[in-house]
């Protein structure tokens, strides 16, 4: 059974970091194109930063590039999302995916967690 299952959510302050984690199991990560995608209230999903093993190509949307970056495990079959000078536009629902595209695109992923909640507030 394919399971995704992130952790490393909660409070934070402007400025401060957290670690996002997602661990699969059913499959290997390593073998597809994961990314980790985030759904502020009112918005749409929007892709965060997604990995391609396959060509070794790493996607970060244009808010997040110099603070976010995504990482693999593959011994533990988990990927991370570290991000770093949090903001409080960064509050959202974060959820890591596995099996689309590199362009990291929410509709062409297949597999999804169950999303852990980022709270970036003073």
């Known amino acids: 059974q394919v399971q995704l299952v992130e952790s490393g959510g909660g409070l934070v302050q402007p400025g401060g970091s957290l670690r996002l984690s997602c661990a699969a199991s059913?499959?290997?990560?390593?073998?597809?194109?994961i990314g980790w995608f985030r759904q502020a209230p009112g918005k749409e999903r929007e892709g965060v930063s997604c990995?391609?093993?396959?060509?070794?190509?790493?996607y970060y949307a244009d808010s997040v590039k110099g603070r976010f970056t995504i990482s693999r495990d593959n011994a533990k079959n988990t990927v991370y999302l570290q991000m770093n000078s949090l903001k409080p536009e960064d509050t959202a629902v974060y959820y890591c995916?596995?099996?689309?595209?590199?362009?990291?695109?929410?509709?062409?992923?297949?597999?999804w967690g169950q999303g852990t909640q980022v709270t970036v507030s003073s």
């Open positions: 995916a596995a099996g689309g595209g590199s362009r990291c695109l929410s509709d062409e992923f297949g597999s």
């Open positions: 059913g499959f290997t990560l390593d073998y597809y194109v």
């Open positions: 990995f391609s093993s396959s060509d070794g190509t790493t």
